[in-house]
């Protein structure tokens, strides 16, 4: 199931829920429907970013969040 990041436009809260089908996320916070969805975290690693030219070959999308603090991204698992 995919899971979206949001962010509160009413409280800036930042949180992740499960999207299913044409349902509509509101805020945990403050039931606020008027929400940002943000982009996937994990869509943005870049292999290149790694520390001091350490190489880290990791070509099998399979672990693909090991550099993603959050393990259930749903891009991840996508490949
Ligand atoms: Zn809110």
Known sequence: MPIYE???NACGKN???????????ECPSCDSLDL???L???GFVSKSSG???E???KSSASSACGS???????????G
């Open 6 to 8: 949001y962010k509160c």
């Open 15 to 25: 949180f992740e829920t499960l999207v299913m089908g044409s349902s509509t996320p």
């Open 36 to 38: 940002s969805r943000l």
């Open 40 to 42: 996937s975290v994990c």
């Open 51 to 53: 520390p001091s030219g």
């Open 55 to 57: 190489t880290q070959v």
């Open 68 to 78: 993603c603090s959050s393990t259930n991204c749903s891009s991840c698992s996508m």
